[in-house]
């Protein structure tokens, strides 16, 4: 017994030492202190024995037990690493602390009840708490905002010192996933476009849905590269069907692919031949990008709180004046437009089929018309083509209301389609086209002429509908 009871202790001993070196090692500590307890000779779950009189032992010895099993006191070693990572990243001391042994990472953790805990508690404690305070982080990044937009200022800061990334989710009719990062990521003026392609794309006919997610690494650190395969939690921000993908509305051709508009704010791009999946875009709004990526869960997306009515004016048309609309027209880095629309207004007059219409841009003032840079197309790429989609492009709207608060904000694949003008109206030289998207809250109706001399558009006229219900609940009016 006691040539045994030797050898049990020498182990011990090993296990401390190869504990403390992977305390000491940093972070390639957590994946290798599993293996380096397997060296020690622990064949039953990884564990740290102590004697009796150490230090551990007083600590953590049951109380009323004075038989002999109480001389000996077994804590797992994954968890004692655990504990220490916990201890370091969330004591109010840990700016002072100090690794000198097992011994005094088991006794600064008193307090904590270790062992009370069932096994993975404290990797379970610790996950939460970063969690809980990379959401806490985001949260403070993002308040400062740009009085010119009504968004945050932060946003590329946000995502880049938090990891955070985007994937879609491809679920099979038999229920199999497939989870894709995305390839490439580009800023705009008020949104972000996000890409996914692959030479290996499950087969269209067999998927039924696709989840969009926000992804953000547990272990954030602005200092290392994304990890795909390390811990992360997903916040879904839209789903989408795609069992009917291919007869939904195709916006737009060029000879290698067919792109089809999914609300909202989805292109998906597929292969003239063979009807595969070549390539899908997500434009998204900056307007709570944060919250929509990170604040969800993997089956639920974030919820804004609810909007508490200002103060009521009694003014005639209340919730009818003093709008914004930030307009931003490209296609996969090429910008065609950024124009800010002041002081907007409709009436009481003005609202029809449970709209209120605004005129922002009048078909018969020539001042207000804006130009567009270039012509409008959409550039894509994947692993091996590339190409230009004319006529197709991404449209953001951004309307603050009058007390400068972001009321619509919408981030969506348009196209533009041509149109015959009435002999009646105004006289343009040139095609005209238009622009159109709705939806429960509001829409856009853009009419454009195409200036063969200049090569250039031009929009003649916008129209802005606003849902009354929507007016209503914002402002607590009853129109």
């Known amino acids: 017994m006691a040539t045994g009871r030797g050898r049990m202790l020498r182990q011990g001993c090993l296990g401390l030492q190869a504990l403390r070196g992977s305390l000491h090692g940093g972070g390639a500590a957590w994946g290798s202190a599993g293996a380096a307890a397997g060296r020690t000779g622990f064949r039953k779950g990884p564990g740290v024995k102590f004697a009796r009189g150490s230090p551990v032992l007083r600590q953590y010895t049951r109380r009323g037990q004075h038989n002999e099993k109480s001389t ?69 990044i993002v308040k400062p905002v740009n009085s010119y937009t009504g968004l945050p200022v932060k946003i590329k800061e946000a995502l880049r010192v938090f990891g955070l990334h985007f994937a879609i989710i491809l679920r099979e009719k038999s229920g199999k996933e497939h989870v894709m990062q995305h390839v490439d990521l580009s800023f705009n003026d008020t949104s972000v476009t996000v890409v996914w392609y692959d030479k290996n794309w499950p087969h269209l ?104 009515s200002p103060f009521v004016d009694d003014s005639p048309d209340y919730g009818l004046q003093g709008y914004q609309l930030h307009i931003d027209m490209h296609g996969g880095g090429t910008f065609y437009l950024c124009s800010t629309l002041y002081t907007l207004f409709s009436s009481k007059e003005c609202i029809e089929n449970g709209y209120a219409k605004f005129m922002v841009i009048n078909l018969n003032n020539n001042r207000e018309h804006l130009p567009l840079i270039g012509k409008v197309g959409l550039t894509w790429r994947t692993t091996i083509f590339d190409g230009f989609i004319e006529s197709c492009s991404f449209m953001d709207l951004t309307l603050l209301e009058e007390y400068r608060k972001p009321f619509w904000c919408v981030s969506s694949p348009v196209y533009l389609r041509s149109i015959a003008y009435p002999s009646d109206g105004p006289h343009f030289l040139g095609h005209t086209y238009c622009v159109d998207y709705m939806d429960t809250e509001g829409g856009v109706h853009v009419e454009l002429v195409w200036i063969e001399e200049t090569e250039e558009y031009f929009i003649i006229s916008l129209v802005l509908y606003l849902s009354v219900a929507k007016i209503n609940h914002w402002f607590g009016t009853k129109y």
């Not at 997610?213 to 939690?233: I, M, N």
Request: glycine letters at 6%.
């Open 205 to 308: 006919a067999k998927l039924s849905t696709l989840d969009l997610c926000g992804v953000t690494p547990v272990f954030a650190d602005r200092y290392k590269t994304f990890d795909p395969y390390g811990p992360r939690w997903l916040s879904l921000i839209a789903q989408y069907d795609l069992s009917h993908l291919s007869k939904a509305a195709m916006i737009g051709c060029d000879r290698l692919v067919r792109v089809f508009c999914l609300n909202p704010g989805l292109l998906v791009g597929l292969w003239q031949k063979g009807d595969g999946l070549a390539f899908v875009m997500a434009n998204l709004h900056f307007h709570r990008l944060v919250e929509r990526s990170t604040l969800g869960s993997i089956t639920l997306p974030y919820v804004p709180p609810p909007h508490h």
């Open 72 to 140: 000996i006191c077994f804590v797992s070693l994954d968890s004692l690493i655990w504990i220490k990572i916990y201890s370091a990243a969330f004591s109010p001391k840990r700016s002072h602390w100090k690794v000198n042994s097992v011994e005094e990472t088991a006794t600064s953790v008193s307090l904590l009840s270790v062992e009370d805990k069932e096994a993975g508690y404290w990797k379970k404690e610790y996950i939460t708490k970063q969690i809980s305070d990379v959401k806490e982080a985001l949260a403070q």
